[in-house]
């Protein structure tokens, strides 16, 4: 039983895993490697792929569909008609992601676009019909090469279903086509505005600031916790004196300074300059 | 026909970044002026569009100075021959 959607479930596993890995995992493993290709162009990279894999991603969904109508892939033991509608499904959500892919340029009135995404968006139509031809050419020409070895041409015996999932297709890549090509042409969609950019900069520069700022308050606080505590134990001022007076330092006394005398002690184990400080 | 033209083009060079740094106005305030997105403005100064008569004479309406100090046409080939 298994052995009918496993062939399905590995195509789309490996499509949908390869566009989440591009768009989540990719930027952190470019950054992980240091490529050299992410210095001063953080998001160009992983939205490249983000833009090529889309257009990768809608033929193999189209792929996928025509490959799960009636008779034209024959596996053994394995039956794909079932899969016809999530396919379907699969290539038309795959389908919605491209045509909105870039603020949906190729489906914009032109009221919404200025003259450099209008003139965009015009090369893109003869582009995509001139595709979309030579795609057809080329699925035909193949098809037409299959046929030849054998006695006849069986065009009518195709399933009616299979035709029309198959012009459905076409019909669809006829419409998406112009997204797909502007989605591989100039795959660079909204790039960081320099406001952000400079706004970014900015709240690093404070945030490291203010973090320099809090370890200089950290330091501070400790200290006063560290005299606090010491005040506390009757360690305060009395016993930096004694200590400076047995060292033979200058005191204060009631305003003065005085220098302090050296203790027995001391005069027999006399202090070092260096230790001084 | 447009390949042979492309090749003797002469590259167009422009002072938008600059002169917008200047003015202290945004890609998106500068947008907003001439009329267009601001994605286009950044196209426009990295050179990767040329634009046309009309926003040429938009932006230098903003910049208050002529469109040949904003647009600088360097040498095409065929101008070094002659």
Redesign the interface.
């Known amino acids: 039983m298994n052995a009918q959607w496993l062939p399905y479930a590995v195509v789309v596993g490996t499509a949908v895993l390869a566009f989440l890995f591009n768009m989540v995992a990719s930027p952190r493993l470019m950054r992980a490697l240091n490529s050299p290709v992410e210095v001063n162009a953080p998001l160009r990279r992983p939205r490249i792929i983000a833009g090529k894999s889309l257009v990768t991603i809608w033929f193999v969904s189209a792929a996928l569909y025509l490959a799960t109508l009636p008779q034209v892939l024959e596996l053994p033991s394995v039956d794909l008609d079932g899969w016809s509608l999530p396919a379907l499904v699969f290539m038309l959500l795959i389908s919605f992601s491209a045509t909105t892919y870039k603020r949906s340029l190729a489906q914009q009135v032109e009221e919404q ?5 209008l003139a965009a968006r015009n090369g893109l139509y003869p582009l995509a019909h001139q595709t979309v031809l030579t795609f057809a050419s080329v699925l035909f020409v193949i098809f037409f090469i299959l046929q030849v070895g054998q006695d006849e041409i069986t065009l009518g015996t195709i399933n009616s279903e299979t035709a029309l999932g198959a012009a459905f297709t076409l019909l669809f890549f006829f419409w998406v086509t112009p997204s797909l090509v502007h989605a591989w042409r100039d795959p660079v969609p ?2 960081v ?3 952000m950019r400079r706004a970014l900069k900015d709240a690093k520069g404070e945030l490291r600031r203010e973090l320099r700022g809090l370890s200089i308050e950290i330091d501070a606080a400790g200290a006063e916790v560290k005299h606090e505590i010491r005040k506390s134990m009757g360690l305060g001022k009395t016993s930096n004196k004694k200590k400076r007076s047995a060292r033979g330092l200058k005191v204060a006394v009631n305003g003065r300074l005085v220098k302090g005398a050296p203790t027995a002690k001391k005069r027999a184990n006399p202090v070092k300059k260096g230790k001084r400080s | 026909m447009t390949g042979r033209r492309s090749a003797t083009e002469a590259p167009l060079l422009n002072r938008i970044a600059e002169l917008r740094e200047r003015a202290k106005l945004s890609r998106l305030e500068l947008a907003e002026l001439v009329g267009v997105n601001s994605q286009t403005i950044g196209y426009l100064e990295r050179g990767e569009y040329n634009p046309s008569l009309a926003l040429a004479f938009r932006l230098s309406d903003v910049f208050s100075l002529p469109v040949e100090k904003i647009f600088i046409r360097t040498r095409s080939r065929q101008g070094r021959r002659a």
Do not use: N
Not at chain 1, 113 to 117: A, G, H, I, K, V
């Open positions: 676009l200025d003259e450099r995404e909204d790039e505005s320099e406001e």
